[in-house]
Nanobody
């Protein structure tokens, strides 16, 4: 069983930046693909970005391309989400997910492990 703990959320003004972290409890995190999803008020959870476990390919939702960057540090068992040029539309609870040996997937059902979520609020 892998536990994921997100951190780094908070309140920021439009145009600002935040960096989210997702720390995994496993020392074999290099075997896992990591993804970020978000759920805004009154909306369904949606894919934001992911990074694969082997060649570290990255994929982004169109809404965040050029503004968000996903990265990972397997030595720290952690995935990061750098968010720049934030807008009120980015306000959501951000969730980290992980799946072992997972390839490209934008479907939350493909992820086996989830964190508890961290709130990001962007004020206008």
């Amino acid at each position: 069983q892998v536990q994921l703990v997100e951190s780094g959320g908070g309140l920021v003004q439009a145009g600002g930046s935040l960096r989210l972290s997702c720390a995994a409890s496993t020392h074999t995190f290099s075997d896992y693909s990591g993804g970020w999803f978000r759920q805004g008020p009154g909306k369904e959870r949606e894919f934001v970005t992911m990074i694969t476990w082997n060649v570290r390919n990255t994929y982004y939702a169109d809404s965040v391309k050029g503004r968000f960057t996903i990265s990972r540090d397997d030595a720290k068992n952690t995935v990061y989400l750098q968010m720049n040029s934030l807008s009120p539309e980015d306000t959501a609870v951000y969730y980290c997910g992980a799946r072992r040996y997972g390839g490209r997937t934008f479907d939350e059902r493909s992820y086996n492990y989830w964190g508890q979520g961290t709130q990001v609020t962007v004020s206008s």
